[in-house]
């Protein structure tokens, strides 16, 4: 069964500080990856999406991972900030699939404290 | 701004009432979602929309219908609103049908049934 597990289910952490998450999944065959940033109350915004080929991403702060081979994902945030405090949603998609073939994470719930 | 229009933001409803949550994009996008997302379970999709006049059904399609008249608008309907689909409900849109096209999220309707 086509699944994406993420890890931790929460965290907390300090300004400043920096925080890696972590994406499981047994989603075959693979077509991309990618994370997505919920804040409270709003819809989810894309970060990064990656391919087969490719095996790391930035979007500023951010940085994906990709290891197909073994099959995770991880996000690493930078230096962050108060406003990185949001919900990290994990999404694989099949290849060749239609958009009935994304697989949701549940999400990593991330706070940042002062 | 261009993006997702979702409306209302959040209704109350009783059950056994019909309801439906509009939907409309300004980015000419030609595949549409609807997700609902609820606590510790993630987005799961309810009907999708490659191109206007075409729908399909997702994971959790039952007690819900939709239609796509035109490129722009997916209403979503519950015929008989039941307190299990209390939620808070995701339209979503992407260039293509693919799996490789990121989607674009509104900011949800959140849905209470008693």
């Known amino acids: 069964k086509n699944q994406v597990e993420q890890s931790p289910q929460s965290l907390i952490i300090l300004e400043g500080k920096n925080c890696t998450l972590q994406?499981?999944?047994?989603?075959?065959?693979?077509?991309?990856l990618r994370w997505y940033k919920q804040d409270t109350g709003r819809g989810p915004v894309s970060l990064t999406i990656?391919?087969?080929?490719?095996n790391t991403k930035s979007n500023g702060r951010y940085t994906a991972t990709l290891d197909a081979d073994t099959k995770q994902s991880s996000l690493h945030i930078t230096a962050s900030q108060l406003s990185d405090s949001a919900s990290y949603i994990c999404?694989?998609?099949?290849?060749?699939?239609?958009?009935?073939?994304?697989?949701f994470g549940k999400g990593t719930k991330l706070s940042v404290k002062p | 701004i261009a993006g997702i229009t979702q409306a209302p933001t959040s209704q109350i409803l009783a059950a056994g009432r019909r309801m439906t949550l509009r939907c409309t994009q300004d980015?000419?996008?030609?595949?549409m979602y609807w997700y609902r997302q609820d606590l510790g379970l993630g987005l799961r999709l309810i009907h999708y929309?490659?191109?206007?006049?075409?729908?399909g059904k997702g994971e959790v399609p039952d007690g819900y219908s939709v239609s796509r008249a035109n490129t722009d608008d997916f209403p979503l309907t519950l015929a008989s609103a039941v307190p299990s689909q209390t939620s808070v409900y995701f339209c979503?849109?992407?260039?293509?049908?693919?799996?490789?096209?990121?989607?674009?999220f509104g900011a949800g309707s959140r849905l209470t049934v008693l």
């Open positions: 979503a849109s992407s260039e293509q049908g693919s799996g490789a096209n990121v989607l674009t």
């Open positions: 994406c499981n999944y047994t989603v075959s065959p693979f077509s991309n």
């Open positions: 990656m391919t087969f080929s490719e």
């Open positions: 999404v694989v998609t099949s290849y060749g699939g239609s958009q009935g073939n994304l697989i």
């Open positions: 980015m000419r996008h030609n595949a």
């Open positions: 929309s490659n191109t206007a006049g075409t729908t």
